[in-house]
């Protein structure tokens, strides 16, 4: 009798360990803790690193990244790669400059964003008619957008100073602009992937494609949207970055495609498809942020910015696959 309460104890706390562990397996779990124990270290350093004017300063330096990775989201949840993301934004970068200076702002949004639609809307097209994979594909149009971006500005800069600048403002010179564009798009797209049909059928899709094509959705016609949509969202990035900067130059969005690639992965949207949320990925944008804003903060050598980066995606891939190898 002794034997089995001694167990049944064991059995017990054996359970409640395990719980614990699952609970440090998830993704956001673990991004959070990252922040917290970065953000200690960082204010012990240097007590400015908690103001509140730095804590905007983080969030406006990640707004541009945060959008673009939305946008890498669909298609990542899709099943399918985007390697166009940072070739479309330069060009689209280099579109809205063009169409604000010499024709007007209001045009030149709205014909970026209908570019948008038409670019994403090759990618699809492209990835799902032609029987390869999406990162040969992508990998193919990345060079031709960046080839027309070069095309068009005749590899110059185009400048918007004075022309648009509305995304350099701030609410009541606290608030960033770029950051309530971020924000409005994380709250738009939570409540898309959680309470919508197209939300649970991007899932469905890219967990399992073939299962999803035997019930009959139409697969392609999916994706053919989530990378047109992404797209959108690639020029809304592009419409904020040129406001910020006030130019455009022919590889002004290629830094964005390693840095929404790796927010995407760090905040645990599986490249495969069919997982990820919207917490998660703020989270791996924010951690993104912070790095970059601790490393200046500290005064660190901004060399190994990348060296930190690197061995943050592996923790986080690592404790992700760590996770769903134990289900």
């Not at 673009?68 to 579109?95: K, N």
Request: charged share 10%.
């Amino acid at each position: 009798m002794n034997n089995n309460i001694q167990n049944n104890i064991a059995a017990d706390a054996g359970t409640g360990t395990s719980r614990a562990a699952d609970i440090f397996k998830k993704q956001e779990v673990f991004l959070a803790i990252v922040i917290v124990v970065l953000g200690v270290i960082v204010s012990i350093v240097n007590p400015l690193f908690l103001s509140l004017q730095n804590f905007f300063n983080i969030v406006l330096a990640v707004s541009i990244t945060g959008v673009a990775t939305i946008g890498l989201s669909l298609v990542f949840i899709s099943g399918e790669f985007d390697l166009t993301l940072g070739a479309m934004m330069s060009l689209q970068c280099i579109l809205f400059a063009t169409f604000a200076t010499k024709i007007n702002p209001a045009v030149g949004i709205i014909l970026t964003l209908l570019f948008g639609l038409v670019f994403g809307a090759v990618n699809g097209f492209f990835v799902t008619r032609i029987r390869a994979h999406s990162f040969i594909i992508t990998l193919a149009l990345l060079s031709v957008y960046s080839g027309l971006a070069l095309v068009i500005s005749k590899g110059n800069w185009v400048s918007m100073v004075g022309t648009f600048m509305v995304f350099k403002n701030k609410i009541f010179n606290i608030i960033p602009n770029p950051a309530i564009v971020f924000v409005i798009a994380l709250i738009i797209f939570a409540v898309v992937y959680r309470y919508t049909n197209f939300g649970r059928i991007l899932y469905a899709i890219g967990g399992n494609p073939q299962a999803a094509y035997l019930s009959g959705l139409k697969v392609k016609n999916y994706k053919i949207l989530a990378f047109t949509i992404a797209a959108v969202l690639y020029s809304v990035a592009s419409i904020v970055l040129v406001s910020m900067l006030g130019t455009a130059q022919p590889t002004s969005g290629d830094v964005y495609m390693l840095e929404a690639f790796a927010a995407a992965v760090v905040g645990g949207i599986m490249m495969g498809g069919g997982k990820g949320n919207m917490l998660g990925l703020f989270l791996g944008v924010i951690v993104f942020g912070l790095i970059n804003n601790a490393l200046i903060i500290m005064n660190v050598d901004p060399f190994w910015r990348d060296v930190v980066v690197g061995a943050i995606i592996l923790a986080a891939v690592g404790v992700s696959g760590f996770g769903a190898s134990r289900k």
